[in-house]
């Protein structure tokens, strides 16, 4: 006891005043200086309700500490820390998104890119609106409103709704129905998708074909177009030409009848005498060729008709006159 009442209370101050600045300073240290980690800075638009020691989130899963928020000049610079196995490239984004419905958020960080950054601009980060800023954004639009007619509007929908509540409730379900379908046929919706993708690209693939083919096309209505032209000419000379046979036909008839009937009475005489005609012709084929036998070089009847005193051919031969 009587050693420590000699000690000087000057010096015990001064320790006592260096151990508290020793203490703030690791505390201060321990704070700001994060091990195990690395430091990056987002530039916001504005705060969107971020605050300092709120979750930094990588793909859904915490891995870093909002460290601070501060304005520099009219955007907001938020410094946060990540593990140091999370590398962010050059294309890496940031976004501010809603925690719960009591007011947290936490900072959404995707890694993209190459290399390292320690900054993101603010054209890769983005923030969720707020209440105030859709109420500031539709006052204007709202104040243009006329406030009668859309009463009288919002009044006729009722009246609508009232009176058509009955097929209302069918139709619902009716989408419910369909939905339920598509739902339970997603498979089969995907297949036919795939399915129309294949086609659509074996259609691009073939476009030039079918720009040829329809090319051709062209070419072939052209020629048809240019031949129908004659096919229609050609119509019209046959119907002249119907037209004068069906003139002369109608000067001549008078004159063509009787010779006409002349020619009936002909080939009627001719069939009645058709017996007659056979007969002729059977009884008239055998004295033909017996005459012609006759006039023949065998029987030398020519020789005889030219000269009878002549001697037959072979017999002048036998005579030595060949």
């Not at 203490?23 to 980690?37: D, E, K, M, P, R």
């Not at 976004?95 to 900072?107: C, D, E, N, S, W």
Request: proline share 4%.
């Amino acid at each position: 006891m009587i050693a420590l009442g000699r000690r000087d209370p000057f010096r015990l101050g001064l320790v006592t005043i260096a151990v508290g600045a020793v203490i703030a300073v690791l505390v201060g240290v321990v704070s700001f200086v994060s091990f195990g980690t690395r430091s990056y800075t987002a530039v916001l638009a504005q705060t969107a309700g971020l605050r300092s020691g709120e979750d930094v989130e990588v793909y859904g899963v915490p891995k870093g500490e909002v460290k601070s928020v501060k304005l520099a000049g009219d955007t907001v610079e938020v410094r946060f820390v990540l593990d140091k196995d999370i590398d962010l490239g050059d294309r890496s984004t940031a976004a501010v998104k809603v925690a719960t419905l009591l007011g947290t958020h936490y900072l959404a960080v995707t890694p993209a890119g190459r290399g390292r950054t320690e900054t993101i601009p603010l054209a890769r980060t983005s923030v969720p609106f707020n209440l105030q800023d859709v109420l500031e954004k539709g006052t204007a639009n709202l104040e243009q409103l006329d406030p009668e007619l859309l009463a009288r509007a919002l009044t006729e929908a009722s009246k609508t709704l009232t009176a058509t509540n009955q097929q209302i409730g069918p139709a619902l379900t009716g989408i419910a129905r369909l939905s339920e379908a598509v739902e339970s046929r997603s498979d089969q919706t995907g297949q036919l998708l795939a399915a129309a993708r294949g086609v659509t690209s074996q259609l691009s693939a073939s476009s030039t074909d079918i720009v040829a083919l329809m090319r051709q096309a062209n070419l072939v209505i052209a020629e048809i177009t240019r031949r129908r032209e004659a096919i229609h000419t050609l119509l019209v000379e046959t119907t002249t030409l119907a037209q004068n046979l069906g003139g002369v036909i109608d000067e001549t008839r008078q004159d063509m009848a009787p010779a006409f009937r002349q020619l009936n009475a002909v080939l009627t005489t001719l069939r009645e005498q058709d017996a007659n005609l056979k007969d002729v012709l059977g009884k008239i084929a055998p004295t033909v060729r017996y005459f012609a036998n006759a006039t023949g070089s065998g029987a030398w009847g020519d020789l005889w008709l030219k000269d009878p005193a002549l001697p037959p051919d072979d017999l002048s031969c036998k005579l030595g006159g060949c």
